[in-house]
């Protein structure tokens, strides 16, 4: 299995991106990671060359401020468009990039390619929930406003992801609303429900976002303004409860006391919640597998994007996601 990393990606690449792709060549020997980007720079870190680890040089950088769409027309050997171009060309079975957001949905449309009959491919983040099990949303970000048929092919390729990667039976698909009741929401909701309803998915209606944490559903269905407005509202509420905690339980003698007794629980609630240990979020959709990592992603979380293209690969989720598509027509 090929992986491509675009090693210039992120806040903190190319340090970051190398440390973690050697880590997971080292780990998985089934696995032989292309890291894309300045040879140079990534030559001058690499500690060690495992022989499943390759080296491709990109002169040119897609930054975080760059006009996506431009920079992808422009850039043409950027990181992450060569990434991009290994995957089209068979070259690469996957990429993984914790650079720009705009750019990466790009580099998926105009160089890898949807899947026939996907309108829009989607951005699927894992939100971590109460019993572990985490909830797939999507899409949180690729598509500001999407169509009942989207929302419908979001719910189906949701559905594959979670059985595919994360081994679960059935899935069950929710849809993002105000309420639960059937009628409720906007006209795009109200529209969504009844294909979802007949769809080949385990639909268990519409779900509140407040209920998200509490996993009542393994799938989260949305548009990506509304998804995206709910993902910062939760890391917001949950980067405020933390320092409120700190602040708190730092006043007095007493209250450090009390931090000490409780640092092995806190400590366990707080990894619960953090994004490395969910390695990357997949853009659905598209002919070849993308996943897009945080963009402050440490070396933990790119082996851990390693790791869940892997388990992609192994399942052929998109060879899975191309084939429901097809037979829904």
């Not at 027309?73 to 950027?78: Q, Y």
């Amino acid at each position: 299995m090929r992986i491509a990393i675009d090693a210039m990606g992120g806040d903190h690449a190319p340090a970051i991106v190398v440390e973690g792709a050697l880590a997971a060549a080292k780990e998985w020997a089934d696995v032989e990671l292309l890291l894309v980007g300045d040879s140079a720079k990534i030559e001058a870190l690499l500690t060690e060359r495992p022989s499943n680890l390759r080296v491709i040089h990109a002169s040119e950088i897609i930054e975080a401020e760059d006009e996506p769409v431009r920079a992808v027309r422009r850039k043409k050997d950027a990181s992450m468009v060569v990434a991009g171009r290994l995957v089209k060309e068979g070259e690469a079975d996957a990429m993984i990039s914790a650079g720009n957001t705009g750019a990466l949905m790009t580099t998926g449309l105009l160089v890898v390619g949807r899947v026939p009959g996907i309108e829009r491919p989607a951005l699927a983040p894992m939100i971590p929930t109460l019993d572990g099990r985490g909830v797939l949303a999507l899409d949180l970000g690729a598509n500001m406003d999407s169509s009942p048929e989207n929302l419908l092919q979001y719910a189906i390729m949701g559905s594959i992801y979670r059985s595919k990667v994360h081994g679960m039976d059935r899935p069950r698909v929710g849809l993002l609303n105000i309420g639960t009741e059937a009628k409720k929401g906007n006209e795009l909701t109200k529209a969504a429900y009844p294909l979802l309803e007949q769809a080949p998915i385990h639909f268990v209606g519409n779900v509140e976002s407040r209920n998200i944490l509490h996993a009542e559903c393994d799938v989260i269905v949305c548009d990506g303004f509304a998804g995206n407005i709910m993902l910062k509202t939760m890391e917001g509420t949950a980067l405020a409860i933390f320092s409120a905690l700190k602040t708190e339980l730092t006043r007095t003698t007493l209250t450090k006391l009390a931090a000490a007794v409780l640092k092995p629980g806190l400590s366990a609630f707080k990894e619960m919640f953090d994004y490395t240990e969910h390695g990357a979020a997949p853009l659905l959709g598209l002919t070849g597998l993308v996943l897009k990592s945080h963009g402050s992603s440490d070396a933990k979380a790119i082996k851990n994007a390693v790791r869940q293209a892997r388990t992609a690969l192994q399942n052929d989720l998109v060879g899975a996601i191309a084939t429901e598509i097809k037979n829904g027509k």
